[in-house]
């Protein structure tokens, strides 16, 4: 999972993409890069680790020069976390040059890494797949490209190529030196992609694309559509748009993880509102507790911050139970569930989080989060509420058990560090020291994520039900994955 963003504008670009990456920081904050092009194309890089404000000085931003331009901020899911030669974006300098930043994981390097060293004969220098990727469109580039001049017929026979080639996700934004910005989507649609224009006085259009729609509206961009699975957009130099479908059979089946956590509340994505999904999971979750937990032992409903704080509202008022904020939370602590290692994600949950004595006191309580993924963050908290006096806890997840690894740009990959993995409800709960646990059926989940939009008639489930929708994921490249994690 990654945050990325592109624009083209008729002035400097730099100061827009940097305050779009703080409006995507919740989609990674191991690392972050910015690259601008001006018109002769000359391109101008910055990356660092760590969050946007801590990248980025006055004289970096100076030299970020140009108004095209494109960000990333980076949640490591291939690679090393802590390795500053793994932030985005990539740079390769033939054909023309090409900057990229992608968001997603591919399933296939074992195939790509062989395939470009000994057909493409390209030379890769780091273990991340957008490098891989931006190779993979630079070579196809060079094969389609006949006559002095790029047009955009000839970057769509290329992206046709890249899905040819390329297996997984990948949402992903590129910049070609001296002829314009070129974005697309894979063709399943499982990351996030979204397209927006602003018109100026002098009637020119300026133009964004990124990962969620709240960084059209901060920028007072108008939201034209989602970038369609398969589909490829390019904004020429005098932002031109050129669109063109790509993929010989798209289809839009998104990444229900995104709605469950990964995407601020207030983005609408592929049709649907991310904050009214996450009340329609607290309606259903609501029937599930009532059905599974004994009369009378709830006294009070409480949220696990933020992302859990729609779903919590909806169980307490749906089983008319007072709703009350038990844990107060430390903003200046980044997500931890994106924190690289266990012993990081442990430490910082009580560094986060703070029970508030009052309010837990002689209660039999109800936790609501978002998700359980590898329950180091739900054990802390768990205990934490039965250090500040609770007489029960019940544990509620808003997500189904996480079962399976997600190979799609979650970091989940192992099945060994799930808590949901070979273990029953009830020795989910003995596990996570719980008195009750109850989670989201399977099927409430998708239904209501899918009651936001009749145009979307499938998810990525796959974390929740081992069904990897791309078709090309093997019992075999599972245990690779794990493998290469454990190494």
């Not at 859990?308 to 709703?323: C, D, F, N, S």
């Not at 560090?417 to 596990?431: D, F, Q």
Request: overall charge negative.
């Amino acid at each position: 999972m990654c945050g990325i963003v592109g624009m083209v504008g008729r002035g400097s670009v730099n100061q827009e993409i940097y305050d779009s990456l703080l409006l995507l920081q919740h989609r990674g904050q191991d690392s972050t890069g910015i690259a601008t092009a001006e018109p002769s194309g000359v391109f101008h890089v910055h990356k660092a680790k760590g969050q946007v404000r801590e990248g980025f000085r006055t004289r970096d931003m100076r030299a970020l020069l140009g108004n095209l331009g494109l960000g990333h901020v980076r949640y490591a899911t291939k690679g090393t976390a802590s390795s500053e030669e793994e932030a985005q974006p990539f740079y390769v300098n033939a054909p023309y040059g090409i900057v990229l930043v992608h968001n997603g994981n591919l399933t296939n390097t074992r195939e790509l890494t062989e395939e470009l060293f000994r057909k493409d004969r390209r030379h890769l220098n780091t273990s991340s797949d957008t490098e891989l990727l931006v190779n993979v469109l630079a070579n196809e580039l060079q094969t389609v490209i006949s006559g002095p001049d790029l047009d955009p017929a000839q970057v769509f026979q290329a992206v046709t190529r890249v899905h040819e080639r390329a297996e997984g996700s990948y949402a992903a934004i590129a910049l070609i030196a001296g002829y314009g910005l070129l974005a697309f989507r894979d063709p399943f649609g499982i990351r996030p992609l979204i397209l927006g224009t602003r018109r100026n006085a002098d009637g020119s259009y300026e133009w964004v694309v990124t990962s969620e729609s709240l960084v059209l509206e901060n920028g007072e961009f108008e939201v034209v559509r989602d970038v369609e699975p398969g589909e490829a957009v390019f904004i020429d130099l005098e932002g031109n748009l050129h669109t063109r479908q790509c993929a010989t059979d798209p289809k839009l089946v998104p990444c229900s993880f995104e709605y469950v956590y990964l995407a601020r509340p207030d983005s609408i994505m592929n049709g649907i509102s991310v904050y009214e999904a996450r009340l329609r999971m607290g309606e259903r979750l609501a029937d599930t507790i009532a059905k599974y937990t004994p009369p009378g032992v709830i006294d009070v409903v409480m949220p696990i911050p933020d992302s859990a704080r729609p779903a919590a509202m909806q169980v307490a008022r749906k089983l008319g139970i007072e709703y009350r904020e038990g844990f107060y939370k430390n903003r200046y602590v980044g997500r931890t569930f994106i924190m690289p290692g266990q012993a990081v994600r442990k430490k910082s949950v009580r560094q986060k989080l703070n029970a508030m004595s009052s309010e837990f006191k002689g209660k039999n309580v109800l936790l609501i989060d978002d998700s359980i993924v590898r329950g180091t963050t739900s054990k802390e908290i768990i205990q934490m509420a039965r250090d500040a006096g609770a007489a029960t806890v019940t544990f509620a997840s808003a997500a189904p058990p996480v079962r399976y690894p997600h190979v799609y740009g979650i970091n989940m990959p192992s099945r060994h560090e799930l808590v949901a993995h070979g273990r029953t409800i009830p020795e989910i709960a003995e596990e996570l020291g719980a008195d009750y646990m109850v989670y989201q059926e399977v099927e409430d989940l998708k239904a209501a994520i899918l009651e936001g939009s009749p145009d979307v008639e499938d998810l990525d489930m796959s974390c929740f039900d081992g069904r990897y929708i791309t078709g090309t994921v093997s019992d075999e490249y599972l245990a690779w994955v794990e493998g290469s994690q454990e190494s």
